[in-house]
């Protein structure tokens, strides 16, 4: 099984892989079963707009009811919109969202939810696989079966989040904003969001379509050009992409520029340091110095954990963190939710240029500039290349990979989690030390595992 990598089933985002080959009917069953058998109270579950989807997220009830729990099915919306339904429900136990996030369209997934709202940790999802590998999940008998209930909770987590942005504010100012949810789950709530905000939404891949007729669902900067066009055209305020399952928002500028997902972050940690006085930003190793840079300046302190969000959230409730995020356009308000929100995002963006009364580029100019660079070697074995990263690198922050710091830069070496690949990264406010430091990993990789 290719899914995580290294024959495990969960990698870092839950279960991922081809539909109907990786991914099966057969295999989302036995998921429903066993987090039935965990968590053992009614579940939610929910749904990407991917046209394996309802197939999947049929199978998850299937397996839930058949383990003997009830199962509340709220239909297709994005991941947060379950995740907060079932932390604003205290007789919901937890629940399964059927989405491959990000992915081109013939991957699925299916991920777990904590009754909080938040991902399953790591050891979570190790408990998981252990009793899916195992088969030791429960099967009731006939009279013990699971029912199914039909919900809606869209309106309640649209509410959700105007009730936690100064809307007055926000609609007094009549943005102009043009939406593109690249036909994914977003459509279903984040043009209506964008409505009661007061703002002008122009919409465009704003049709559920699990084919992804228009981009590929990932919202970086070369798939999001048709939207940078339209915000010049429309002479919109703002141009917002989500991902497939919109827990991720990136930003176009009022002049059509995509604004790098680091930097956005960066803004939004500064504006919630600013507003609470200080306080712990979380993000993982691999993002910019931009954002430490900022949250320093204001006043607060940048905590590091290791990639992926479920460890980040993590953090974050332990440090009691005012708030945290990734630099893929994933961030994480605790205010409302433990998990990345890109219809959250994109309230508070609207909240910070209405509070600033600027626009997003002035905003932008005021964060520190670095080049970031990134290249990936292909590495089959990863304990060898951690035991030379620890070798050759003695003193760097083994916290994921090795992270070397030098006085005009950083280096970064970890294995990814779901490739037979070393990704390395390195950044500096020169290009040319960017380079540097950027072979320099390159060769080092190189170097250990021809050893
Ligand atoms: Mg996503």
């Not at 870092?12 to 036995?30: C, K, L, P, Q, Y």
Request: glycine share 10%; aromatic share 6%.
């Amino acid at each position: 099984m290719r899914i995580g990598g290294a024959g495990k089933l969960f990698g870092t985002d839950g279960v991922r892989g081809i539909a109907n080959d990786e991914i099966t009917v057969e295999m989302a069953t036995n998921l429903g079963r066993v987090i039935a058998t965990l968590r053992d109270g009614t579940l939610a579950v929910g749904m990407d707009a991917r046209l394996s989807s309802p197939m999947l997220k049929s199978a998850v009830i299937a397996g839930i009811t058949s383990a003997g729990c009830d199962v509340v099915d709220l239909g297709l919306l994005p991941t947060p919109a379950l995740q907060y339904y079932v932390k604003c429900n205290k007789d919901i136990a937890g629940g399964v969202v059927v989405t491959a996030s990000h992915n081109p369209r013939e991957y699925n997934g299916i991920k777990f939810i904590q009754s909080d709202g938040r991902e399953f940790t790591r050891s979570m999802d190790e408990e998981s696989e252990r009793m899916y590998m195992s088969k030791s999940y429960r099967i009731v008998s006939w009279d013990k079966v699971g029912k199914v209930y039909r919900e809606d909770c869209r309106r309640m987590y649209i509410q959700g989040i105007l009730d936690k942005v100064n809307l007055d504010l926000i609609s007094e100012k009549k943005f102009k904003v043009v939406l593109d949810c690249g036909n994914g789950a977003g459509c279903v709530t984040s043009p209506e969001l964008l409505r009661k905000l007061g703002c002008r939404c122009v919409s465009i891949n704003a049709h559920p379509d699990g084919t992804f007729p228009c981009r590929n669902p990932e919202p970086v900067k070369e798939n999001v050009e048709f939207l940078m066009k339209c915000v010049k055209n429309v002479g919109a305020d703002l141009g917002v992409a989500h991902d497939g399952d919109a827990d991720r928002a990136t930003f176009v500028d009022e002049r059509g520029e995509f604004v790098g997902e680091d930097v956005m972050l960066a803004l939004m940690a500064k504006y919630y340091v600013e507003k609470n006085g200080g306080g712990i930003v979380v993000t993982p190793v691999s993002s910019s110095k931009c954002v430490e840079d900022v949250v320093r300046e204001a006043g607060g302190e940048v905590v590091y954990t290791a990639v992926g969000s479920p460890v980040v959230a993590e953090t974050m409730l332990k440090l009691k963190a005012v708030f945290g995020g990734e630099g893929n356009g994933g961030l994480v308000f605790p205010e409302h939710l433990l998990a990345r929100d890109g219809a959250m995002s994109i309230a508070k963006v609207l909240e910070l240029l209405a509070e600033e009364g600027k626009k997003l580029s002035e905003l932008v100019a005021d964060i520190p500039k670095y080049v970031t660079l990134k290249a990936k070697v292909l590495c089959r074995d990863k304990i060898k290349l951690l035991e030379g990263l620890k070798q050759t690198f003695p003193d760097a922050d083994f916290t994921d990979g090795a992270k070397v710091e030098y006085e005009d830069g950083w280096i970064l070496i970890r294995p990814s989690g779901t490739e037979p690949i070393a990704r390395i990264m390195a950044e500096s406010k020169s290009e040319k030390r960017a380079k540097e430091l950027l072979e320099m990993g390159m060769e080092v990789v190189k170097k250990i595992l021809s050893e």
